[in-house]
T-cell receptor, first 116, second 114 residues
Framework: DTEVTQTPKHLVMGMTNKKSLKCEQH?????MYWYKQKAKKPPELMFV???????INESVPSRFSPECPNSSLLNLHLHALQPEDSALYLC???????????????FGAGTRLSVL | ELKVEQNPLFLSMQEGKNYTIYCNYS?????LYWYRQDPGKSLESLFV?????AVKQEGRLMASLDTKARLSTLHITAAVHDLSATYFC??????????????FGEGTQLTVNP
């Protein structure tokens, strides 16, 4: 099973709303990622969690707040977003191993977010 | 700063034809990933290339890696309509064990016409 599940699939929110995106995996992966993907563009890394601790923040604005409550779950809390934040938000997970491991990232189907 | 360039960005080809997508990257890396994305869908892992000279094949797709030239190719043999998708190459930045920071190429949007 290489499934990463994201909810909701679609989300429309106003600029004053607070909402959360959820991501779940049961592959035993200890690295989890959030990416943002605009239309016709490649995914851009936002955050990396390793062993439930934030290890990488790619200078993401504070209106995006990640959370990793346990090894299977990853959340992205959204507050006071701007219309330009509208995008597909992808979650991914991978093993954390040393050396020449494959370290493939497995992606969820994404949440398509529209900010009005 | 790591840059990953793919070309072509758009590729329209006829069924049964062969073609190659190229992925160049700017800094040393010992591995490279290829992903496929269908419209509105997630990214699907196609290949992981772990060493210089690595070659992987799956069906009508074959990927190779030349780490000295910093070049990977994705070769399509006798294309079929089902291969229509966007193909991304991705290169990890850094050597940390805390998870890979992937930098993706711009993607090659492939359309296979009957």
């Amino acid at each position: 099973d290489t499934e990463v599940t994201q909810t909701p699939k679609h989300l429309v929110m106003g600029m004053t709303n607070k909402k959360s995106l959820k991501c779940e995996q049961h592959m035993g992966h200890r690295a989890m990622y959030w990416y943002k993907q605009k239309a016709k563009k490649p995914p851009e890394l936002m955050f990396v969690y390793s062993y439930e601790k934030l290890s990488i923040n790619e200078s993401v604005p504070s209106r995006f707040s990640p959370e990793c409550p346990n090894s299977s779950l990853l959340n992205l809390h959204l507050h006071a977003l701007q219309p330009e934040d509208s995008a597909l938000y992808l979650c991914a997970s991978s093993q954390v191993v040393r050396g020449r491991a494959k370290n493939i990232q497995y992606f969820g189907a994404g949440t398509r977010l529209s900010v009005l | 700063e790591l840059k990953v360039e793919q070309n072509p960005l758009f590729l329209s080809m006829q069924e049964g034809k062969n073609y190659t997508i190229y992925c160049n990257y700017s800094t040393t890396s010992d591995r490279l990933y290829w992903y496929r994305q269908d419209p509105g869908k997630s990214l699907e892992s196609l290949f992981v290339l772990l060493s210089n000279g690595a070659v992987k094949q799956e069906g009508r797709l074959m990927a190779s890696l030349d780490t000295k030239a910093r070049l990977s190719t994705l070769h399509i043999t006798a294309a079929v309509h089902d291969l229509s998708a966007t193909y991304f190459c991705a290169v990890p930045r850094g050597r940390g064990t805390s998870g890979s920071r992937l930098t993706f190429g711009e993607g090659t949007q492939l359309t296979v016409n009957p």
